[in-house]
């Protein structure tokens, strides 16, 4: 056997592989003397059939399994002779079949880029560094009283104010007359004050009282999620139906106790681990994408066409799953959006690449203990039992997503223990607009 490598680019390869006649006529012997043993010829006993019947019947047959045998076969070979790693399924162009000759085919492949890694260690950083206060604990308590609230009907006849639970009916109504399903709801209970309603559904509630209805339009953008309702005014039916009084418990002891804690002081400590701990995920996770960032533009790479198509594939999967999950309706993907799942995905690949050259040098991997760990927490989280979940992972092909997530925190944490950080004090108004998680 004979290879030959043709670079297309530089992650774009071709080979070129000739198989010796000898190997042809052998093969092709041995997959017509199977197809004339397996024939089921009329007038003939099994195998007894002549040459030329077979060859008239089967004879396109054969040629197709000699060739896909002869490739298949042949090309791992080829590759490891070629010393490269195909990254994609390759593009097989078969030549023709003749047993006095010898058979030629070639493959197009995608690999991974070679490339020098810039400098990843020494890396001068800035790790934004959270301070809780007082005012956020406060907060954090604020929700959880209004959580916990009671409601009590009220019997008076008094109009809705802001901090009343409302129960109400709607129902929305386009121009001709139809009703949109999504935007029709009964008995749904509210919080008025606390922007859960749009200000047209606010405006019209506030000052009236139960039993009380209104009718009142509302304009869509182009852009909404529903699309009945997008771009178009909808006219809104409403109907207060009850009024409730939000009752707040008491700030003291009790009621830490009732929802689980010793006392009110160890409830204000578990809110500021947590805001703290939330603070700390947030400041690594933008500590991590700095790093990447920083990977990205040191390091020049082609990358391949088949890696990027699959992962912008998978970002617009992911991202309609989640509009779905969320009851929503998936928008229309324009070329604006389009570009931007580009740049992801792009942004995605090269960074994957990268980690992954960097955990080759440093012999970084993730052992079967740490794996299964991962596996666990699912199992755990969902009250299965483990061997179950693996199973299902393992089924899937889903345990390398785990092995690829180790490593690369792995990574990480290398990068950010060689590196030179600096932590910057974040003011709170910037902690907001971060919307950390």
Do not use: W
Not at 67 to 79: G, N, T
Not at 256 to 265: Q, R, Y
Not at 430 to 436: G, Y
């Amino acid at each position: 056997m004979k290879v030959s490598i043709d670079d297309i680019s530089s992650t774009e390869k071709k080979i070129e592989v000739i198989i010796p006649n000898e190997t042809v006529r052998e093969k092709r012997n041995f997959i017509f003397n199977q197809f004339k043993q397996e024939a089921s010829i009329k007038g003939f006993r099994p195998g007894k059939a002549p040459n030329h019947v077979i060859e008239s019947k089967y004879g396109n047959n054969i040629k197709e399994e000699v060739i896909s045998k002869l490739v298949s076969e042949s090309f791992e070979d080829a590759v490891n002779e070629s010393s490269l790693t195909p990254i994609n399924r390759p593009d097989i162009t078969p030549g023709e079949i003749n047993i006095e000759d010898d058979f030629k085919y070639s493959a197009v492949f995608e690999i991974l880029p070679e490339f020098e890694l810039a400098g990843y260690t020494g890396l001068n950083l800035k790790k934004d560094k959270y301070k809780v206060e007082q005012k956020d604990v406060d907060e954090a308590i604020k929700r959880i009283r209004e959580n916990q609230a009671q409601s009590k009907l009220i019997e008076e006849d008094r109009p809705a104010k802001e901090g009343d639970y409302v129960f109400i009916d709607y129902e929305g109504v386009l121009g001709d007359g139809s009703t949109i399903d999504d935007l029709k709801k009964d008995n749904v209970r509210f919080l008025l004050g606390e922007n859960q309603l749009i200000p047209e559904f606010e405006e019209n509630i506030l000052g009236k009282k139960a039993n009380e209805e209104s009718n009142f339009p509302v304009s869509y953008p182009e852009d909404f999620a529903i699309k009945e309702a997008a771009g178009k005014t909808v006219n809104f039916n409403l109907k207060i139906k009850e009024i409730h009084e939000r009752i707040l418990s008491e700030l003291d002891d009790d009621f830490a106790k009732d929802i689980g804690f010793e006392d009110l002081k160890d409830l204000k400590k578990k809110i500021e681990d947590d805001i703290s701990a939330q603070y700390e995920q947030s400041a690594n996770a933008k500590l991590k994408q700095d790093i990447i960032e920083v990977l990205e533009k040191e390091n020049s790479i082609d990358l391949p066409d088949s890696l990027v198509k699959n992962e912008e594939h998978r970002l617009k999967h992911q991202f309609a799953n989640d509009m779905q999950s969320q009851g929503m309706q998936m928008p229309e993907i324009n070329d604006e959006v389009n570009t931007k799942f580009n740049e992801k995905a792009v942004s995605s690949v090269k960074s994957s690449i990268i980690l992954n050259k960097i955990a080759q040098k440093e012999s970084i991997e993730a052992s079967t203990k740490e794996i299964n760990d991962r596996v666990k927490q699912i199992a755990d989280s969902y009250q299965v039992p483990f061997e179950t979940v693996r199973e299902a992972y393992e089924k899937n092909n889903m345990l390398e997503n785990f092995e690829s997530a180790i490593i690369e925190q792995k990574v990480i944490d290398l990068i950010i223990e060689k590196a030179n950080i600096e932590e910057v004090l974040v003011e709170k108004d910037k902690i907001d607009n971060e919307n950390p998680s």
